[in-house]
């Protein structure tokens, strides 16, 4: 990636480079600072420490990922520079880490070291600062969010209480001397996977009770988050059985009670839940969004790519009538359908004041926020239900002493329903039902996606449309009889079983919002049916259903 940036130049007529060392947190992105993002966004060089930095920027700078750029075409964005490996594929020391910080700045860019955690509290944030301080480089911190205290928080223990205000921090090894801490201090432990047996037994030895409480979490913060809580009596045999491995963090102390009662990531209603998204790629983005809030880890497959028509002439007729008076509504039943129009007013070179005088119906709330983006305000979108039906119910029927035109324009897709144009047509109204966009099939996704597909590995998979439904089946195959299959409305839940799927979640209404809802109640309604019948917790992918689960809805 290249970025033309302009440098500053100092008196001698030479560049003064300027590093920023930046903490990332301890792996949740939600947990990069204001200022963190705002430095990426300014960056010549980004030089990362762990393999997962690059996509954090480029999801930060809203990037396509890595093989997505389009060829011939250049994008922009800082160099991404990996601190982690050198040339060799070799492991870089501190040292070589900061020559390779040094070697950028002094060719006068802005360079950003993207630190795991915080710059300066268990990492290299002060020996790299010193190299800097030595090229006589200037340079900032800026602090990030450490694993430290951020894996217990997520993991629902807090460090210190009005019992308990004493913490120590401890970087395991060979040297660590356990009898200075036999005291009631909670224990934060780090590096401790490996050796945690003889740790716990070093610390009863010492006097700690062998009943004392112990947590052990890894990849914190993350929707692998794991978390195993035991005694220093049992944490050897426990963590084993786990299979835990780094990294991770362990806490020691009382304080590992509360996490039954505080645990809250972990307990979120699809936590690690694999979910699959097929519909658009550039209409996935607020679905997925939702779906991490209730900690799912979605999985985007574009099954419809939306097209212009194959022939534009009845659009551009439809537009130029639109502009000269010909129609006294216009009525859009999709988001896509405002794009095109949208777009097809930039090709002509006009704007939202062409709809002057012209009623605007919308057939849904979301399809009336992409109207309000445009400048517009729907003048009319269903009381009730949210789609062409509950359009019909709240259409008023043509009068011609109050109607001065009798016709509607209805742009929308090359698949739609019938139901829509015939309801106004005995409504009374004469409708220009006009193909604006068209949908495409995409190309079917990669082989691993499609196995995991069919082999059960996705926990849901959330249906928007029919034609989503029909699209996933052509191209990948129908999904396991063990995945939770969520859709949107009646039709979409109709097509679903046509399709030969069994329909676990239907949205009280047509909206993605409500979807997503749906889906995390049906989450939790299963979770705290496990817990209350003594069983382990786990998730669709995990166990197969022996038979016919009832569809739910949100209420």
Known sequence: MTRGKTTTATGSGTTRGWVSFVGSGPGDPGLLTVRAVDLLQQADVVITEVPDHAALVRTVLGLPPVGAETEGVETTGPELVDGGFGEDGQPLTHAARAKVVVRYAKR?????????????????????????????????????????????????????????????????????????????????????????????????????????????????????????????ERIGADARAARMTPPAITVVGNVVDLRETLSWFETKPLFGW??????????????????????????????????????????????????????????????????????????YGLDARAFSGLKIAAVGDKTAQAIAAWGLRADLVPSGEQSAAGLLADWPEYDELLDPINRVFLPRADIATENLVAGLVDLGWECDDVTAYRTVRAAPPPAPTRDAIKTGKFDAVVFTSSSTVRNLVGIAGKPHPSTIIAVIGPATAKTAEEHGLRVDVLAAKPDVDAL????????????????????????????????????????
């Open 108 to 232: 006068g860019l802005r360079v950003v070291r993207l630190m795991a955690g915080d710059p300066f509290l268990y990492a290299s944030g002060p020996e790299e600062a010193q190299a800097c301080v030595k090229a006589g480089l200037g340079f900032e911190i800026v602090p990030g969010v450490s694993s430290v205290s951020a894996v217990p928080a997520y993991a629902g223990i807090p460090l210190t209480t009005k019992d308990s205000r004493e913490v120590a921090v401890v970087t395991c090894g060979e040297r660590v001397d356990w009898s200075q801490y036999a005291d009631t201090r909670t224990l934060v432990l780090l590096s401790a996977v490996g050796q945690i047996g003889d740790i716990a037994k070093a610390l009863v030895a010492a006097g700690r009770p062998a009943t004392t409480p112990v947590a052990m979490t890894r990849v914190g913060t993350t929707t692998e988050q794991s978390t195993v809580t035991s005694t220093l």
């Open 516 to 555: 997503v809802d749906a889906l995390a109640d049906f989450g939790a309604s299963r979770r705290i049916a496990m817990v209350e019948a003594g069983q382990p917790v786990t998730k669709p992918s995990d166990r197969k259903p022996s038979g016919r689960r009832k569809t739910t809805s949100a209420r």
């Open 274 to 347: 694999r979910v699959l998204v097929p519909r658009t790629k550039d209409q996935a983005g607020s679905l997925s969004s939702r779906l991490r809030g209730y900690g799912a880890v979605p999985d985007e497959v574009p099954t419809i790519s939306v097209e212009p028509p194959r022939n534009p002439l009845q659009m551009d007729k439809a537009v130029r009538g639109l502009v000269e008076g010909r129609y006294e509504w216009i009525a859009f039943t999709s988001v896509n359908a405002v794009r095109a129009v949208r777009e097809k007013f930039e090709e």
